[in-house]
C-alpha cells in the first residue's frame, strides 16, 4: 500500500519533469480574478480585475522561462485566460481556451505552468470564456531576449506596455444578452489606452514619463473588441523593432494601425522640447471615429501638451500599404543564436491549401458568422479533451468543412468546425473576405508568414507576387474589405489549435474553428501528457487518464 502510494508519488514527479526543462527558471505568481466598480469613461460599471488591478499585471518573462499562474477564479461564472502569441509548444493544454481546457469553475483556482520555449517578443494574455475580455482580465506578457542572444537595438531606457483598446459601458453580462439575442453591437462607447481615457485640455496624469535625450520601447497591443486603432505620439516617431515576436526592418513611423490582437514594439526617443505630449488612439473605418488621449511627459517639465493632435490616416489603402512595408529583419538573431532569415520558408513546397471564407448569415432570424458556412459552438466536452481520450465521435466530427468554400454561402450550419491537418505538413491558408468590413485572424500554437495581402479574390496566380524572402513571422493576420491575405506554415507543434477572428462579436458568434495536429508517434518529443491537473468536464469528467506516454 505505501509503497503503491510512493510508486505514484514517483511517476508523477518523473512526468512533471519530462515536461519541462529543469534547468530553465521558475517563476511563481497568484492572480486573484474579482469584480470591482471602476469608470473608464466616467461612468462606474463592473470590471474584471487581477490581484486588484485594471488592466491586469505586466507578466514579464524570458525565453524559455517556467510560468506559474495560479489563477483565483472569484467571479460568480467559469473563466480562463488564454495567452495570445504564447506558441505552447508540444502543449496545447496550457492554451486556455474552450477547444483546450475546461473552464474553471466559480470559486476555483487552476494553476497554468507554461515556457515561452524558443520565443521573444511582445503579447497579451485575457479571458477566453464569455465575453469577460470586454470588462477587463487582460494585461502585457513580455518575453524577452536571454541575456547572451544580441537583439538589433540599444538596450532602451526602460519597457513600457500600451494597451489599447475600443470600450463598451455596458457589461460583459448586457453586450452578451445582446449579441445571445441575435444582435450585433453598435460603435463603442469610447477608447481606452492602458484602462484610460483622457481629454484634451484636460487634467490628464502622464502615463509614461522619459528623460530628455533617452531611448524608450513601447510595447502596443490592441486588445480591443473589434475596432483597428490608429497609435500617434505628437512630436514623436516610432521606430518599429518587433512584431508579435519578430525582429522587423527599422522603419520610423508616424503612426501605426494596430488590427484587432495585434501587437507592435517601438522605439521612441525623448529628441523634442521637453514638455508633454499627447497619445492618441482612434479607431478607424467606423463611420463616427471614437478616440481617447493619454499624456507622455518629460522629466522635470510640466508644460502642458498642445491641443493639436496629430490626425489619423484616411481609408484603409493606407493600411494595407503599411502593411507592405513590414519586413522581417533576415540577419537578425532569433529566440535562439541562428538569425531568423536562416528558416528559408519561400523554399518548400505547399502540400495543401485551405481557404476560409467569412460570412455574417442569419440561423432562425439571429445574426451568426462562420468560416465556410459553418458557424462554430464550443462543445461542453474540450475538443482536445475528447480526442485524447478517444471519444472525439460522440462530441465533433472532422473536417466539416471543405479546403475550397462554396462561391457563395448563404447558410451556416452550427456545429463544432474542426479540420484535421497532417502533422509537420507544410500549409497554405488563404483567408478570403468577401465582405466590405475589416478582419483579423489569430492562429495559436504557430507564427507564420503573412505572404500577402491583396484585394480582390485569390486565384493560383497569386502565389506569384507573393513574399517568399522577408515576410514577418507573427500569429495575426489581417484581412482588409473585399480582400484576401495568404499564410504559409509548418504544422510541427502537434496539438488541437484555435484559429478565430479577432473581431470578438464574430468570434463569440461562431467566425472561429479549431485544427486538430496529432502527431503518430506517441511520444513525449512531439507532445506533452495531460497535466494531473487538468480540469475534467463534459463527458470525461471522472474518467480516469490515458496511459501517459514515457519516451
Ligand atoms: C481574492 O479577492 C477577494 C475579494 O477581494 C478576497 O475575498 C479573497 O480573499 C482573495 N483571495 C485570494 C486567494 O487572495
Ligand atoms: C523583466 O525581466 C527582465 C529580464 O528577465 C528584467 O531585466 C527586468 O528587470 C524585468 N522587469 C520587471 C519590471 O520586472
Ligand atoms: C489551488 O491553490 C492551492 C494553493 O492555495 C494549490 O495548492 C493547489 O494546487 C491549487 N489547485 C490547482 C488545481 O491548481
Ligand atoms: C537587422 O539586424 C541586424 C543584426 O542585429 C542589425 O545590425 C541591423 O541594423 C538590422 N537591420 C535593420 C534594417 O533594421
Ligand atoms: C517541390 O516541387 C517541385 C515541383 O513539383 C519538385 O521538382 C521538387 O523536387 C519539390 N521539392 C521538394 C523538396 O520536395
Ligand atoms: C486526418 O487526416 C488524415 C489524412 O487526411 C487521415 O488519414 C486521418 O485518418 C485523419 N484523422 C482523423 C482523426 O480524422
New binding site residues.
Given amino acids: 500500500m505505501q509503497g503503491g502510494k510512493l510508486l505514484t508519488v514517483l511517476v508523477c514527479i518523473v512526468s512533471t519533469v519530462a515536461m519541462v526543462n529543469a534547468g530553465d527558471p521558475y517563476f511563481y505568481y497568484t492572480w486573484n480574478v474579482t469584480y470591482g466598480t471602476i469608470a473608464p469613461l466616467g461612468i462606474p460599471q463592473q470590471v474584471i480585475l487581477i490581484n486588484g488591478q485594471f488592466p491586469g499585471p505586466n507578466l514579464n518573462s524570458t525565453s524559455n522561462n517556467n510560468i506559474v499562474i495560479n489563477v483565483f477564479n472569484n467571479l460568480d461564472e467559469p473563466f480562463l485566460l488564454t495567452w495570445s502569441g504564447l506558441q505552447h509548444r508540444k502543449n496545447s493544454w496550457q492554451d486556455g481556451v474552450a477547444g483546450t481546457s475546461c473552464p474553471i469553475p466559480a470559486g476555483t483556482n487552476f494553476t497554468y505552468h507554461f515556457q515561452p520555449k524558443d520565443q521573444i517578443g511582445s503579447y497579451f494574455y485575457y479571458p477566453s470564456t464569455s465575453l469577460h475580455r470586454f470588462s477587463g482580465g487582460f494585461g502585457g506578457l513580455r518575453v524577452n531576449s536571454r541575456l547572451l542572444i544580441?537583439?538589433?537595438?540599444a538596450d532602451p531606457e526602460d519597457d513600457y506596455t500600451v494597451l489599447i483598446n475600443d470600450w463598451y459601458t455596458k457589461s460583459h453580462t448586457a453586450l452578451k444578452n445582446f449579441l445571445d439575442s441575435g444582435r450585433t453591437l453598435g460603435s463603442p462607447d469610447g477608447v481606452l489606452i492602458n484602462g484610460k481615457s483622457g481629454k484634451v485640455g484636460g487634467n490628464n496624469e502622464p502615463l509614461f514619463t522619459m528623460k530628455p535625450g533617452k531611448t524608450y520601447k513601447y510595447r502596443i497591443c490592441n486588445v480591443g473588441f473589434k475596432s483597428t486603432l490608429n497609435f500617434r505620439i505628437q512630436g514623436h516617431k516610432m521606430k518599429l523593432?518587433e512584431m508579435e515576436g519578430s525582429?522587423?526592418?527599422?522603419n520610423d513611423y508616424d503612426s501605426l494601425d494596430v488590427h484587432v490582437g495585434q501587437c507592435f514594439a517601438v522605439l521612441v526617443t525623448a529628441d523634442q522640447v521637453a514638455k508633454n505630449y499627447y497619445m492618441v488612439a482612434s479607431t478607424r473605418f467606423l463611420k463616427k471615429e471614437v478616440s481617447t488621449v493619454g499624456v507622455m511627459s518629460y522629466e522635470g517639465s510640466n508644460v502642458q501638451a498642445s491641443n493639436e493632435l496629430p490626425k489619423a490616416p484616411v481609408g484603409w489603402a493606407w493600411s494595407l500599404n503599411q502593411f507592405r512595408s513590414f519586413r522581417w529583419?533576415?540577419?537578425?538573431?532569433a529566440a535562439r543564436p541562428n538569425?531568423q532569415g536562416s528558416y528559408h520558408y519561400g523554399k518548400i513546397n505547399i502540400t495543401r491549401t485551405i481557404k476560409l471564407a467569412n460570412t455574417k448569415n442569419l440561423v432562425n432570424g439571429k445574426v451568426r458568422f462562420g468560416l465556410n458556412g459553418v458557424s462554430h459552438v464550443d462543445p461542453e466536452t474540450p475538443l482536445k479533451l475528447a480526442e485524447y481520450f478517444g471519444l472525439a465521435e460522440k462530441v465533433f466530427k472532422y473536417n466539416v468543412i471543405k479546403d475550397e468554400p462554396a462561391a457563395k454561402i448563404t447558410t451556416l450550419v452550427v456545429e463544432p468546425n474542426v479540420l484535421n491537418i497532417t502533422f509537420r505538413t507544410f500549409v497554405e491558408i488563404v483567408f478570403e473576405n468577401h465582405e466590405k468590413s475589416m478582419q483579423s485572424f489569430n492562429l495559436d500554437g504557430y507564427s507564420f508568414f503573412n505572404v500577402a495581402s491583396e484585394p480582390g479574390r485569390w486565384t493560383p496566380e497569386k502565389r506569384k507576387n507573393y513574399n517568399l524572402l522577408d515576410a514577418v513571422s507573427r500569429h495575426t493576420v489581417q484581412v482588409f474589405p473585399k480582400s484576401w491575405s495568404a499564410i504559409l506554415l509548418t504544422f510541427d507543434n502537434a496539438g488541437m489549435w484555435n484559429i478565430r477572428s479577432e473581431n470578438w462579436e464574430r468570434r463569440y458568434l461562431g467566425q472561429q474553428m479549431y485544427v486538430s495536429v496529432l502527431s503518430p508517434e506517441k511520444s513525449l518529443r512531439d507532445e506533452y501528457n495531460i497535466p494531473l491537473n487538468t480540469n475534467l468536464c463534459g463527458i470525461v469528467k471522472g474518467l480516469p487518464l490515458p496511459t501517459p506516454y514515457t519516451i
Avoid at 525582429?247 to 527599422?250: E, N, T
Avoid at 529583419?329 to 538573431?333: G, K, R, W
Wanted: aromatic content about 6%; hydrophobic content about 40%; proline content about 20%.
Fill in positions: 544580441p537583439v538589433p537595438y523593432v525582429h522587423v526592418i527599422q529583419n533576415l540577419t537578425a538573431s538569425p
